[in-house]
């Protein structure tokens, strides 16, 4: 009897720890581009809700990928994310497939059709006016509008050897236009008149201390400052802008596969999206978040007008189009 009771306190013991949550032991790596506040948020969140603790490895994207690509026979890190849309096509052979949660509510385009990665948030650029320094409506409110001579030395831009969005507008800007010498004379006369900045962030903050009355900048940026009391309004150009994604992917021979899929459905679920939004004013990819009813009053994404985009192209011509541009903020300074 003394046998059986024993066998039978066993099997209960099993029974319960196969049932039984992930404990604090179990850890997921996450590669991240993104900055320490939403790493943070995210980590705790997760931690929160799944019992798994996230060891977050913060860097550069470009980073990023080169220790992928050098760990790729013995992998250490299950997750990334936060990079574009463009690293994870090219990086799209070291990752693992998976078909992520309410992948559907992502619109196509900013997803992998075979389940490589998916679209988290969407940057899009935008005209973003200190209304302190220019009054509301007497800003420019189109790409047009920026080659007037009268903005010279008033638009904060980030160089675009510096920056991926900068780089996607100008590109943007060229394809709409013609991608002719027309074409990259306007934008010279565009770069003409701004202030060639090295930094994304001293673009917001120039912008939002009015030190740059207007700013090619992330209409993130602009909501975040009005948030905080800055006098910024968002321009959505009428032409149409650029609109790039950022997403995560599971890394192919990820450590443990089970935490790795459970924190990109975590990355990508709706919940999380809405509460990225509700304390950084990040636009999510997912479709099925009413933003009527979030802070900031941004715009539903179908009312953005968003510009087309080969990123694939654009990425192949980087080193000789960011030559050329670097050639005219020579010139032109």
């Known amino acids: 009897m003394r046998h059986s009771v024993s066998c039978i306190a066993a099997l209960l013991l099993t029974a319960a720890a196969a ?10 790596v996450l590669y991240s581009a993104n900055d320490d506040t939403v790493n ?9 809700e799944t019992g798994i603790t996230v060891n977050v490895v913060s860097t550069g994207s470009g980073v990023l990928f080169r220790r992928i690509a050098s760990e790729a026979a013995n992998p250490q890190g299950d997750v990334v994310w936060g990079v574009s849309s ?27 059709p075979n389940n490589l990665w998916i679209g988290t948030n969407l940057q899009v650029v935008t005209i973003n006016q200190n209304t302190k320094a220019i009054d509301a409506a ?9 080659l007037d001579p009268k903005w010279k030395g008033k638009i904060a831009y980030t160089d675009p050897a510096n ?25 010279s006369s565009l770069v003409a008149n701004t202030k060639v900045l090295n930094r994304s962030t001293l673009v917001f903050e120039g912008n939002g201390s009015g030190e740059y009355p207007l700013g090619i900048s992330l209409e993130y940026a602009g909501y975040l400052w009005a948030h905080n009391g800055a006098p910024v309004k968002v321009t959505y150009p009428t032409e149409g802008t650029a609109a790039l994604a950022e997403g995560a992917a599971i890394i192919k021979g ?21 509460m990225l939004l509700k304390a950084t004013f990040r636009r999510p990819a997912r479709q099925d978040i009413d933003l009527s009813t979030m802070p900031g009053g941004m715009p539903a994404f179908s009312r953005i007008k ?28």
């Open 19 to 28: 049932s039984a949550p992930a404990t604090a032991d179990t850890q997921v």
């Open 254 to 274: 990820a450590p443990d596969q089970d935490a790795a899929r459970a924190l990109i459905d975590y990355l990508a679920g709706k919940s999380t999206q809405e």
């Open 163 to 187: 920056s991926g969005f900068s780089y996607a507008i100008a590109t943007v800007l060229l394809t709409y236009w013609g991608e002719s010498d027309a074409a990259w004379n306007k934008l």
């Open 138 to 146: 007497s800003g420019p409110k189109t790409w047009q509008d920026f």
């Open 40 to 48: 943070k948020l995210v980590a705790d969140g997760f931690k929160k």
């Open 306 to 333: 968003v510009l087309p985009y080969n990123d694939v192209k654009w990425d192949e011509a980087r080193s000789a189009t960011l030559n050329r541009i670097k050639t005219i903020v020579q010139d032109t300074r």
């Open 86 to 112: 463009s690293l994870l096509k090219q990086n799209s052979k070291f990752f693992q497939p998976y078909s992520v949660k309410g992948s559907d509510a992502v619109p196509a385009e900013y997803r992998d």
